[in-house]
């Protein structure tokens, strides 16, 4: 059996609200759809079985997972296009394919089943394995140089911020007087021994945020996710969908400010007429986050944290006045070069 073949045999993922996400992209025009954390695949194989005229532009920085991708979805044949990035650099990944604009754009942020089970990956506090949790493994820098090298106040702040711990002192100043910490199981029997035993009884395992706070500042996910938001929004034609799943409070914020500034955040007092210019972009399709059904939370771990949110492309237009904005209507039409 080839490489490749192996990585998509143990690179098998449960895809999040995926009846869901097949149907948000039903009736977008046709075209180009980008999955920007192209993970397993599952998502892109049910948008390709489901719509003849979809094409899927796949991106991950993981290159295990942009394999396993390849070759689970072998059988579309020149309808998937991948490219090996991370998602912030989306319209880089355009222009290597010569895409001028898209029919929508799909964000799964976190981490994916795989690579958690994979103790060598360095995710998990479940399985042992170095301190690594690098999206992509060229990257130099890694969890054991957070873990071993920040000072305890910003091992605090950033576990605090990314992790939503309220133990985050304790933790950080446990970490520091333990180094050096080498392996996931240290990194977790530190942490639990951290936390208050009262506090352990409930919410899962005591680590569980702290590993996902490092993880979030190893791959500097929340600084680069704005930009790829505003990327995706610039990028996708009117009619077409930009849909996020996200996983963590810190995420679901950026982009329900991202999305809100695209559908024209006015600043002008309710019972007066807009004069502030703001211009809309997109249309906000839910208000509130759809959130997966009872029992896929109970069936799928990595779903019960799930929040979607989901905008539709619009012709730009100022708010107040309703009338679009000639200097943005300048948009090209959907057209592909060859790849």
């Not at 319209?91 to 795989?114: M, R, W």
């Not at 994979?118 to 399985?127: D, K, L, P, V």
């Not at 873990?147 to 702040?157: F, I, K, M, Q, S």
């Not at 490092?214 to 704005?226: A, K, S």
């Amino acid at each position: 059996m080839s490489d490749v073949s192996d990585s998509a045999a143990s690179f098998h993922h449960r895809p999040v609200m995926l009846d869901e996400i097949t149907d948000l992209f039903g009736e977008v025009p046709a075209g180009v759809v980008v999955d920007a954390t192209l993970g397993g695949g599952g998502h892109s194989a049910s948008l390709l079985a489901s719509r003849p005229d979809l094409e899927v532009l796949g991106i991950d920085q993981d290159a295990d997972a942009l394999a396993a991708a390849t070759d689970r979805l072998a059988e579309f044949g020149e309808r998937l296009i991948t490219s090996h990035r991370r998602f912030d650099e989306l319209d880089q990944a355009l222009e290597e394919h010569d895409i001028e604009n898209v029919s929508g754009v799909l964000f799964d942020l976190g981490v994916s089943s795989p690579q958690l089970d994979r103790g060598q990956r360095g995710f998990s506090y479940r399985n042992e394995g170095p301190l690594d949790m690098r999206m992509d493994a060229d990257q130099q820098w890694s969890a054991v140089d957070v873990v071993n090298g920040y000072g305890e106040e910003d091992l605090a702040r950033i576990i605090r911020a990314y992790g939503d711990e309220r133990f985050s002192s304790r933790i950080a100043r446990a970490i520091c007087e333990a180094r050096p910490v080498q392996t996931t199981s240290e990194l977790a029997s530190v942490v639990t021994n951290a936390i208050p035993a009262a506090a352990r009884r409930t919410g899962g395992h005591p680590a569980k945020r702290t590993f996902q706070a490092i993880r979030i500042e190893v791959n500097n996910e929340l600084e680069v996710l704005p930009d790829a938001i505003d990327q995706a929004i610039g990028a996708t034609v009117p009619g077409g969908r930009v849909a996020v799943l996200s996983y963590h409070s810190g995420e679901d914020r950026i982009v329900k400010d991202r999305f809100t500034a695209a559908a024209g955040a006015c600043e002008c007092p309710d019972d007066l007429p807009c004069v502030c210019g703001a211009i809309q972009t997109v249309r906000i399709v839910r208000g509130i986050p759809k959130r997966p059904s009872k029992a896929e939370q109970s069936d799928n771990r990595r779903a019960s944290s799930a929040r979607l949110r989901v905008v539709e492309r619009i012709v730009p237009t100022r708010k107040g006045d309703g009338q679009p904005v000639d200097e943005l209507l300048d948009e090209p039409v959907h057209e592909r070069g060859d790849h």
